[in-house]
T-cell receptor
C-alpha cells in the first residue's frame, strides 16, 4: 500500500490526558500537512512541514499541540491535556512539490479522537 | 485567504450530468482553483485544479469564468459513488496551504 497511513484510526481518551497520533506519508513526498475536521465542517489547516522543517502553524494550533517530523519522514501530532473541544478527526496529507509548483495533496484516512 | 462560496447541498439523478458551482470573487491573479471531494468516512481526495483555462481529466471537467470570479465542476455522468462533499478551494501560496469551507454535499438519486 503506497498511500498515506495514519495510526491509530480511533482514539478515546479522558479529559486531561495526552495523546499522540502518527502519520506516514507517501515515501517520496517532501511536504506533510495536518488538518482538523469537526462534524459538518471542512478540514481546517493546522500545520505544514517541508521535509523536517515546520514552516507554518495555524493559530488553531494552541500551545497544547505540537507536531514533529524527524528526518523528514513520518510525523507525529501530540495533544497535551486534552479538552472535550479537541474531539475531532485529525487528517494528515502529503504532497511532492518543488518550490512554487502545484501538486495535489494525498490524504490519509484520519484519526478520530473522542475526549470524554 | 481568498474565500469561496458554494451551495450547501445539491441533488442529481444517477447517470445525469452535475454542475457544481463555486464563487470566488476575491480570487487573486496567482490563485489556483482546486476541487477536492470527501466520500463518507474517508479523507478528501483530489479531483481537479485549474488557473485560467478549462480543464478536463478522467474524473471531471472544470469550467472557469473568464473573469475567474466563479467556476463550475462538471461531473458528466453522476454515479452513486460520486455522492460526497465537494470542496472548492483556492491556494494562498506556493506551499499550498488551503482553506476548506463547508463544501457542497452532493446526493445522487438512483
Amino acid at each position: 500500500d503506497t498511500g498515506v497511513s495514519q495510526n491509530p484510526r480511533h482514539k478515546i481518551t479522558k479529559r486531561g490526558q495526552n495523546v499522540t497520533f502518527r502519520c506516514d506519508p507517501i515515501s517520496e513526498h517532501n511536504r506533510l500537512y495536518w488538518y482538523r475536521q469537526t462534524l459538518g465542517q471542512g478540514p481546517e489547516f493546522l500545520t505544514y512541514f517541508q521535509n523536517e522543517a515546520q514552516l507554518e502553524k495555524s493559530r488553531l494550533l494552541s500551545d497544547r499541540f505540537s507536531a514533529e517530523r524527524p528526518k523528514g519522514s513520518f510525523s507525529t501530532l501530540e495533544i497535551q491535556r486534552t479538552e472535550q473541544g479537541d474531539s475531532a478527526m485529525y487528517l494528515c496529507a502529503s504532497s511532492l512539490a518543488p518550490s512554487g509548483a502545484y501538486n495535489e495533496q494525498f490524504f490519509g484516512p484520519g484519526t478520530r479522537l473522542t475526549v470524554l | 485567504d481568498a474565500k469561496t462560496t458554494q451551495p450547501n447541498s445539491m441533488e442529481s439523478n444517477e447517470e445525469e450530468p452535475v454542475h457544481l458551482p463555486c464563487n470566488h470573487s476575491t480570487i487573486s491573479g496567482t490563485d489556483y482553483i482546486h476541487w477536492y471531494r470527501q466520500l463518507p468516512s474517508q479523507g478528501p481526495e483530489y479531483v481537479i485544479h485549474g488557473l485560467t483555462s478549462n480543464v478536463n481529466n478522467r474524473m471531471a471537467s472544470l469550467a472557469i469564468a473568464e473573469d475567474r470570479k466563479s467556476s463550475t465542476l462538471i461531473l458528466h455522468r453522476a454515479t452513486l459513488r460520486d455522492a460526497a462533499v465537494y470542496y472548492c478551494i483556492l491556494d494562498s501560496g506556493g506551499y499550498q496551504k488551503v482553506t476548506f469551507g463547508i463544501g457542497t454535499k452532493l446526493q445522487v438519486i438512483p
